[in-house]
Every structure is written in C-alpha cells, then in structure tokens.
C-alpha cells in the first residue's frame, strides 16, 4: 500500500502530504468570482461588474443553497446534541422524531426564502438566460409563502424570440435546469456526508428534493396541471412581465427540445390577446413527445436507488479500510437525458468519484467516464493545499442533436486548489476546461475554460 502511495505522488503531485483533519462537521463554500460568466452576468444587468451578483453562477447559487440548508441543519443538531435527556416510544427517540420534524419545517420554509433549495431552482433556470442576455426576476425573492406557482418574470417576448434562434440547444437547456439543480444540491450535500462524516440528517431533504423533481415530470403530461391551472393562469398573468418565462419546464422542454428550429413566435397568440402564448400544455404536445415525457417518468426511478438517500451515508468493504457507496442519477438534458452509476469510495486521505455516464438522446447512447479526487492534502514549499483534480472523457451527440446518430467527443479537466493558510477559512482557486457539451451545473454548452475564485469555510 504504502509503495502505491509514492507511486501515485510521483507520478501526479510533486509534493508531499501533510498532517490535517479532513473531517470538518459543517464544510461551507463561497465562490465570490465566476468568471467569465460573470462578464455575461455583468452585461445581462448592465450596472457594473458588481451588478453580476443579481444573477449568480450555478455554481454560487448551488453553494448558497448549501451553505443555507447546512447551516440550518448544523444549528439544529447541536442545539438537540446539548439537551442531555432522551425519551423512547418503542423503538422510537422522542429526541430524534422532533429534531427530524423540526429539520422538515425548517426545510419547508426555506424553500421559499432566498438562498434555499426553491430559489437555486429558479437560479439555475436564470444563469442560462443570463448567458444570452435575457433579463429577468427570481419571484422566489419575495418570500412566496405557500404559493404552488413561482415564477421567473420579467421577461420579454423579444428576448426569447433572440435567444431560441441564437441557440436551440441552450434552450431547451434552459427548461431543464432547474431539475438539473436539485440532483446537484443532492449529490453535494451525499459528499458531505460521506467524505466529511457530517452527520447533518439530510436524509428526508434529499428523498424530498428527489420526490419533487420526479414530480414535475408526472404533472408535465397531466390535464390538471398542464390543462386547466394553465388556463386559470393566462387569464390571471394579464401583462407580459407578470409571466413565467415558460410555464411547466417539462412541457417546455419536450416541446423545444422534438422541435429545435421551430421559432418561438410560432406558439402563437397568447389567449388575452397580448405577446406570445408560451406556456405549453399536454394538448400542445405531439404523441411522441408526450411518450418521450412518459418514458423519463420511468427512468428517473433510477434516482432513489442509492443508500445515501435513505441513511445509509458509508459502507465498510470489508477489512480493506475502504468506505463505499453508490448513487445512480438520471437527468434531462439539452439532448436528451443521461442516466449514470456514481461510485464513492474513501480510504484515509483519499477522497474518490468515478462516474460512468450513457449520455441518451432519441435514439443513441453515447458513454463517458469521469473521475474525481477531493481534497488531497498535500505541501509546495511553505503552502499545505488540498488539491481536488476531476477529468471527464467521452462522447455525446453532435451539436446536442437529440435525434443525430453522429458523435463528438466530450472532454473536461479540471482541479481546485484550497490553501490551507487558517484552520477555519481556506481560500480556493478553481480552473476547469471542457470541449462542446453538457455538463451538469456547468453554464456552458460550448468550449469553455472557467476561473473561480473563493473561500471554503471549516468549522
């Protein structure tokens, strides 16, 4: 073991490791710059570099989220950790039942508040009309308590004409990437929890989010929701800035996505007679697309398979001193879907991810591999870092075409370095590179190489 330990420092990291505790109870990050896509961010607002912060990154939205609900959790469970009584029903800890019951309404209510897991939703949608200039408003920042609908506004009809013309593809994107937001904040928070050893109880958050995005994909073929709320809706939404920028995602996307050249003022009239009718309905859907919305309905079961969503954080394998887990993911995309087989493993100081992905449009499976090392420990000269190098290699469709057969080659590398210069605050760099292609919780469809920089916080 130890001899393939130096091989591997040898051959990747010109340094040696250094002594650290790896295992923070509450692990935050701030990416405090994303660029370029915040010169995008800076030119959609149009008030200056720091006007960028109104329409934040995935990547800053994801993080805020997460250091919202963390921190939440984290206050919560201390707080019960303290009362040094317990009370048992049965088999059933009165303690444990009201800190989970307190975690679950805690969790509900952020969910409409700025920073919880519903405005991440509503930011990723926004970080892709940002990119093409397309001006909007998070409703999710005015405290929508209990509303069923919350929308991204202020939206004109003339930017979504431009956009779908400049990118068909971004597009279609564009509808998925609030669901594509919630497999993100799970994947994350199942990390923490299983390389960290953070006991947070995120086991209901997680069923929950899942639940929730397997929901949008029910309602997007259902008469109520896709039918007669749509009508009550129209007639309520009378000017063009009170309305959502697309109305069910899953609709919206089915709907771009068998039709990518179609424009966008082609939906039609909207029914009080003033700008386009955007929101489609199940009526509005052909058969195949309406079947294509059922089938994903099938697959994305594929995500509760993994016992980290229902708390089971680590598996011993054996006496080998390995931690293991496994998560299988299934989520749209700008092509179609990808479903894909997450494997975890953690021995000491190593830290591992090594996903296969079968990236899927309407017909064709075009695999890709990825692997990822998190939080290396390692010293150059006087600097202790953590180094998390990441690499994915494959293919996906030509173009994003959902219904090509061609292929073009998807490559991403990457690493993050965070500098150990304070036991409790690390600033961190980030670089990644990537070909043309999809990659979650990545804004950029086309070639890219991204910068962030920012602070992790370890207490």
């Excluded at 915040?38 to 912060?53: L, N, P, R």
């Excluded at 997450?342 to 695999?367: C, E, G, R, T």
């Excluded at 690390?426 to 190489?449: M, Q, R, S």
Aim: aromatic letters at 16%; glycine letters at 6%; one cysteine or more.
């Amino acid at each position: 073991m130890l001899k393939n330990k130096l091989i591997f420092l040898f051959l990747f990291l010109p340094a040696v490791v250094f002594a650290q505790n790896n295992e923070p109870a509450l692990k935050l990050d701030f990416p405090l710059f994303d660029l370029p896509y915040q010169i995008d961010a800076m030119d959609t607002v149009g008030h200056g570099f720091f006007s960028s912060y109104a329409n934040p990154s995935m990547a800053q939205s994801l993080a805020v989220a997460v250091n919202v609900h963390s921190s939440f959790h984290f206050g919560m469970v201390t707080l019960f950790n303290s009362w040094n009584w317990n009370f048992y029903l049965g088999w059933w800890n009165l303690k444990t039942i009201l800190l989970d019951a307190s975690l679950v309404l805690g969790d509900v209510l952020l969910s409409y508040t700025p920073g919880g897991w519903g405005w991440m939703h509503e930011e990723h949608h926004r970080a892709i009309l940002t990119r093409y200039g397309v001006s909007s408003f998070n409703d999710m920042n005015t405290f929508p308590l209990g509303n069923e609908y919350v929308t991204v506004n202020s939206v004109t009809d003339e930017d979504l004409i431009r956009f779908k013309a400049e990118s068909p593809a971004d597009f279609v994107r564009a509808h998925e990437a609030g669901v594509e937001s919630h497999y993100l904040i799970v994947d994350r928070l199942q990390r923490n929890a299983f390389f960290y050893n953070q006991e947070l109880r995120f086991y209901v958050f997680n069923l929950f989010v899942t639940w929730n995005a397997h929901q949008y994909i029910f309602s997007a073929t259902h008469s109520k929701y896709n039918g007669s709320d749509v009508d009550i809706r129209n007639m309520k939404e009378t000017s063009i800035s009170s309305r959502d920028y697309t109305g069910d995602d899953i609709a919206a996307w089915a709907y771009d996505l068998f039709r990518p050249n179609e424009p966008y003022d082609a939906r039609g009239l909207h029914p009080t007679g003033e700008g386009i009718d955007r929101y489609r309905k199940a009526s509005d859907l052909s058969k195949d697309e309406a079947d294509y919305i059922r089938l994903q309905r099938y697959w994305h079961s594929l995500n509760y398979i993994s016992p980290m969503l229902w708390g089971i954080d680590r598996i011993v394998i054996g006496d080998t001193g390995f931690y293991g887990n496994f998560a299988f993911r299934h989520l749209l995309t700008s092509f179609g879907t990808t479903a894909s087989f997450n494997l975890f493993l953690k021995k000491d100081i190593f830290n591992m991810v090594f996903i296969f992905h079968n990236h899927m449009n309407y017909d064709n499976w075009f695999p890709a591999v990825e692997a990822e090392l998190l939080g290396f420990p390692v010293s150059v000269g006087p600097l202790n870092l953590y180094i998390s190098p990441r690499i994915i290699i494959g293919m996906q469709p030509k173009n994003q075409n959902f219904k090509t057969d061609s292929s073009e080659f998807l490559g991403l590398a990457g690493c993050r370095v965070d500098f150990n210069i304070s036991r409790y605050f690390l600033p961190y760099i980030e670089v990644a590179a990537k070909t043309n292609g999809w990659v979650a919780g990545n804004e950029f469809l086309g070639k890219n190489i991204s910068c962030r920089l920012g602070v992790s916080a370890r207490i």
